[in-house]
């Protein structure tokens, strides 16, 4: 069955460059048919942005940064009025500061580790909630996780239980929201060379361990992760909700 998002209205965040995997779900969104709005975090992202939303013709294209006040609310009130309505959201966005990141869970800063968790999860709370009145028909959330969620990742950090706490949230939106017919599920990919990724200490050698180890014996890319997104978000995946789905090449089996 083709994949069709014909008339469906979504809002991609967490584009930073051609590299993102939320431009590669951009893609996969509008060549399903979708029209979207996408967001840039600031000034210094806007130019390795703005021209990827231009490509796809997107209908919106705002700035977001999360902890911005009245950001998150600005790109929400653009919706309503350019469309009344939300067919569904992509959250990928993450950040920890680098020496949360780079150290040792136990020794994370109080400051550190909420920062984390506002930007990486508490975000995704925040668009649900406002995304809810405009799914008044059902809607899809979509969050991006990360194996190190499940298990101790060497090197991932404090980004392990924020992770985890994102997937925890997936499951409980997901009770909260059905009823309404929105639908709220996590994707957990294997490594990528995205700029994110980058910050993580020794991101090569996972990502050549992943290549030689994974069932498959490569890594995932942008355009699987986009394809499967775009699955998620149609009607075809109208049964799923509350679930983390896994796609790396077979890599999360191994333990």
Not at 150 to 156: K, L, P, S
Not at 213 to 240: H, K, M, N, Y
Request: one cysteine or more; proline letters at 4%; charged letters at 15%.
């Amino acid at each position: 069955m083709v994949i069709d998002l014909s008339g469906k209205k979504g809002l991609v965040v967490g584009i930073a460059n051609a590299q993102s995997i939320a431009w590669g779900c951009a893609q996969a969104f509008q060549a399903a048919g979708a029209e979207l709005a996408l967001t840039w975090l600031n000034d210094k992202a806007r130019p390795h942005v703005e021209p990827l939303a231009q490509a796809l013709n997107a209908a919106l294209m705002l700035p977001l940064d999360v902890q911005q006040p009245g950001q998150l609310e600005a790109v929400f009130e653009a919706i309503t009025q350019r469309w009344g309505r939300l067919d569904f959201v992509l959250h990928s966005i993450a950040f920890a500061p680098g020496a949360d990141l780079h150290g040792r869970v136990v020794d994370s800063s109080a400051e550190g580790f909420a920062q984390a968790m506002d930007v990486s999860c508490h975000s995704l709370l925040r668009m649900a909630r406002l995304a809810e009145p405009l799914m008044a028909d059902g809607g899809c959330l979509l969050t991006m996780s990360y194996q190190g969620a499940d298990e101790v990742i060497a090197n991932y950090g404090v980004m392990g239980p924020v992770k985890a706490a994102l997937e925890a949230s997936v499951r409980y939106l997901a009770t909260e929201l059905g009823q309404r017919g929105i639908r709220v599920n996590a994707v957990s990919p294997g490594p990528l060379a995205t700029r994110a990724a980058s910050g993580i200490a020794h991101f090569d050698a996972l990502l050549q361990d992943s290549a030689a180890r994974a069932p498959l014996r490569r890594l995932v890319t942008q355009q699987e992760i986009g394809e499967l997104c775009s699955f998620l978000v149609s009607d075809l995946a109208r049964a799923i909700t509350g679930d983390t789905l896994y796609i790396d090449a077979g890599m999360h089996i191994l333990g």
